[in-house]
């Protein structure tokens, strides 16, 4: 996904397709007290609060699962709504405020706009389609502020502090066998003076996408690796590739703070893994409703489908598994590295929890309930903050994937209803 990469992003935009099932509700988990009291219990349920939000009715607010969120510093909450081109804004009770922003390229415009982030405790800033080369920079009450051009594209934007932002770019270098060798370069960018600084390179192979047609091809997972990049409490950067076990921290300025070691081990790809991938990616596009398709996105899945009969799937995977999902960060400045883990869609999620030194603390999992819960570091649906976890959500029996504004209370009582926000 990058400069030299038009074909790859056009791979990408075909997996974002397959994956279109997933969709999500926005939720809140209080916790009371220190982060890591909570977390050492070893289990954090979602139990739903009833007094969150107002009324309203959700469905049809929300069309799909592509959605990024982020917590304001007095407790406000934006939330990207990508393929609408626009952003949501809700209070600290959970209640919707606004949306702004609209589809196109000049002033206070998007185009799916993704990636919002928090520079400096004082400005929301939001990333877009990436090839754009540029992201816009929003005061929290939504009024626009100014437009940032970057001299590559910008994936996995993340601000930092002293009004500077992080973002990769890559280039792609077709391998002889199969697949791209990928060099992701790491670009701190200070928005006042206009300076970018490289402050890391790697190198990665990429062999997610699988061939359609001689003129179109489609990625369904990368398992050699990707770069994750995160933003600390005190604004530094965090940057990790999913299969290697180091952490390291980086100041605003691109100085490298920290390193530290990541208590995981590998697991191998076996054979066994790799049939059940495929049969449950099978399992998904032969379970699309084609009703409620255009003739575009049916051609597409029969295309996949036809694919995936002869296609060789360990090709797509190296000697081992990636070690872990993403990185998040709670308001505490905990790191919380989410496992990787063989099961993924079919049990709850497992974090590993480590301090800010990089010492680590004990391994949590999450209670999803009857929440549906997948970490996908591409949209961030989960924000760990001092008195709640924010997150994009669907119930998973819920046959209309409508989306909701929900509460979610540690230990408390019995889910309850939730009331609803919008008019």
Known sequence: MNGGRGAAWSARIGRLAVW?????????????GDLL???RKGIL??????????????EGVFFDPYHDLVKAPDGS??????????????????????????????????????GVTILDHRYLVAGEYALNRRFTVWNMDGTFVKVVKTRSAVFDLVALRENRVAFYFFNQYPEKQNGYRTVISVVIKDIGGGAERVIKNVTLLDRSAIELDRHASADIGNFFGEVILAQTAEGDLAFGVTNRPQIEVYSPKGDLLRTFDLAMKPLPAAAGYIEEFKDRFLRQLHAKDESAMTAGE?????????????????TLFDENLPLYRDIF????????????????????????????????????????????????????RLCFTA???????????????????????YGAGPDQAADRIFP
């Open 329 to 380: 960060i709670d308001e505490e400045g905990h790191f919380l590295i989410f496992k990787f883990l063989e099961c993924q869609e079919e049990c709850d999620p497992v974090f590993q929890v480590y301090a800010k030194d990089g010492r680590y603390v004990c391994e949590t999992r999450i209670d999803r309930g009857k929440y549906a819960l997948e970490i996908d570091h591409r949209f961030k």
């Open 37 to 39: 009291e909570v977390y």
């Open 298 to 314: 049916k051609n597409f899945v029969l295309m996949m489908r036809n694919a995936m009969k002869k296609f060789d799937m360990a």
């Open 77 to 114: 909450v934006f939330v990207a709504d990508n393929r609408a081109h626009r952003i949501l804004k809700f209070d600290q009770k959970g209640k919707f405020q606004k949306t702004f922003g609209r589809k196109g390229n000049g002033p206070g415009d998007f185009v799916y706009p993704d």
């Open 20 to 32: 279109a099932a997933l969709s999500g509700c926005f939720l809140s988990i209080p916790l009371r």
């Open 387 to 409: 008195d709640g976890v924010v997150g994009l959500l669907q119930e998973r029996e819920d046959e209309d994937e409508v989306m909701r504004l929900i509460k979610f209370g």
């Open 45 to 58: 349920p979602l139990r739903e609060i009833a007094d969150f939000g107002g009324t309203s009715d959700w």
